[in-house]
């Protein structure tokens, strides 16, 4: 049974966007049983930790003799590993993985700097000038995005690995009120939040957050 490692005491305060989400909910997704480790910010910077994630971070994931870092070579290798999250059809297979790589590579980035920057720099005296630039970079990405679904339910047909990390990576928007002007976007976001594979990984991040949290 692999395991993976998770926030000890997650900065997100259970809000499912600690990283391992991604991973707890793909192997949810496949029905695959697993266990969590649990480590704090200290421990993650500690040579145990660093023989699996170099730069410290979770999560991880260890199954025998293979150890992963990244989400995204993480969710590959399970959809990989099991039915379920990848198309049969070896194109619409690749298409799928492009589109992991599309939310990580193009979504991610602009959406993780204007997340940063609304909770680190709103005190800066040059925040107002920047924050229009930083979100209009994100709405760009979302109407092309909005585009491309047209009304469908999801990326390419069924839903895939390419929509779970899509979704995760969306959901980092859910303060950030853009999403609201992409009603079509945040209905595809509500189909992925709907899917029961996620909830269960949802409930299970929050549980952690409410055991430290003594709540």
């Given at each position: 049974m692999p395991t993976i490692t998770a926030f000890e005491?997650?900065?997100?305060?259970?809000?499912?966007?600690?990283?391992?989400?991604?991973v707890r909910w793909a192997l949810e997704e496949v029905g695959q049983p697993y266990d969590v480790r649990l480590v704090s910010f200290a421990a993650m910077k500690q040579p145990a930790h660093l023989a699996l994630n170099p730069f410290g971070q979770i999560p991880t994931y260890e199954d025998d003799d293979l150890v992963l870092f990244e989400t995204g070579a993480i969710v590959l290798h399970i959809a990989e590993r099991h039915a379920g999250l990848l198309p049969?059809?070896?194109?619409?297979?690749?298409?799928?993985?492009?589109?992991?790589?599309?939310?990580?590579?193009?979504?991610?980035?602009?959406i993780v700097e204007l997340g940063m920057a609304m909770l680190f720099?709103?005190?800066?005296?040059?925040?107002?000038?920047?924050?229009?630039g930083l979100q209009d970079r994100v709405r760009t990405r979302l109407g092309e995005l909005s585009r491309r679904l047209d009304g469908a339910d999801w990326l390419d047909g069924?839903?895939?690995?390419?929509?779970?990390?899509?979704?995760?990576?969306?959901?980092?928007?859910?303060?950030?009120?853009?999403?609201?002007e992409y009603p079509e976007i945040a209905a595809y976001v509500g189909r992925g939040e709907a899917r029961p594979?996620?909830?269960?990984?949802?409930?299970?991040q929050l549980a952690v957050f409410n055991?430290?949290?003594g709540s």
């Open positions: 005491n997650s900065p997100d305060r259970g809000r499912g966007q600690a990283r391992d989400m991604r049969d059809d070896a194109n619409a297979r690749n298409r799928a993985i492009a589109w992991m790589f599309a939310a990580l590579n193009t979504l991610e980035p602009p720099e709103r005190d800066r005296s040059w925040y107002a000038e920047r924050l229009p069924a839903f895939s690995a390419g929509d779970l990390m899509m979704v995760t990576v969306l959901r980092r928007l859910n303060t950030s009120g853009l999403l609201d594979a996620f909830r269960l990984a949802f409930e299970a055991a430290a949290s």
